[in-house]
């Protein structure tokens, strides 16, 4: 305390951040879901929400970081259930204990690299179409809205900087249901294609896919204003 008190930081009442006004409600649970991108190291042994270490190090914590930052009266609880390698069917073989068991308010999912990338990458034997991601896809938006009723459902933008023609679809599909269903959609690829011709575009996504630390914080900027919390 007297460290604190030495550099100038005060402990009173009035050093707290002031509470922001918000369409969210006290105690709303906040889910992310997808693949590396969204994992991006988190422990899967982890259960509770807001644990630093249940978060990883990416866009989804650095977005639960905002959100409390903003709303530290609302008791938000932030899950990220985000693992690396899956594509839809991963997700609806474990939608239940990862999604609806926790009863999300909003339910963020971004999926579809994976869906396409095990398609062309050495030694994978998936053999799925983008016919069978926008079907399962779709399915699995229909169940979420059946067995969470009034849940917030965010699509994310599966984005990428690698030139990736047949991926193209995939990202149409995400957009094009995101429309359908009325949800709320996150232009990923729209944000990060006008910075590539800023810096080198492995500023932002080391491979082409994996976000850096700045590419993670845009994403978190990106997908709150999107959202609009």
Not at 111 to 120: A, E, K
Not at 141 to 161: A, H, K, L, M, N
Request: glycine residues 10%; charged residues 25%; proline residues 6%.
């Amino acid at each position: 305390m007297g460290a604190l008190t030495a550099l100038g930081v005060g402990t009173s009442a009035s050093a707290a951040p002031e509470a922001k006004e918000s369409n969210l409600k006290k105690g709303a649970v906040i889910v992310f879901q997808g693949d590396s991108i969204t994992d991006e190291g988190r422990k899967k042994d982890v259960k509770d929400p807001n644990d630093t270490n249940g978060l990883g190090r990416g866009y989804a914590a650095m977005a639960a970081g905002l959100l409390h930052a903003d709303y530290p009266d609302h008791e938000l609880k932030v899950y990220n259930r985000g693992t690396s390698g899956n594509k839809v069917p991963d997700l609806d073989a474990r939608w239940k204990e990862d999604a609806v068991d926790l009863k999300p308010d909003i339910l963020s999912i971004m999926v579809g690299v994976n869906d396409y990338w095990h398609t062309i990458a050495f030694g994978s034997k998936y053999k799925g179409t983008v016919s069978d991601y926008e079907t399962g896809y779709r399915k699995l938006i229909e169940r979420t809205q059946r067995e969470i009723p009034g849940v917030r459902v965010v699509i994310c933008d599966p984005f990428t900087f690698r030139d990736w023609e047949e991926y193209k679809p995939y990202q149409a599909v995400a957009e094009k249901l995101a429309g359908e269903f009325n949800l709320t959609f996150v232009p990923f690829q729209k944000t990060f294609d006008p910075l590539r011709e800023t810096v080198e575009p492995k500023f932002w996504l080391w491979d082409g896919v994996h976000p850096t630390p700045p590419g993670h914080a845009l994403m978190a900027k990106t997908w709150k204003a999107a959202v609009g919390i």
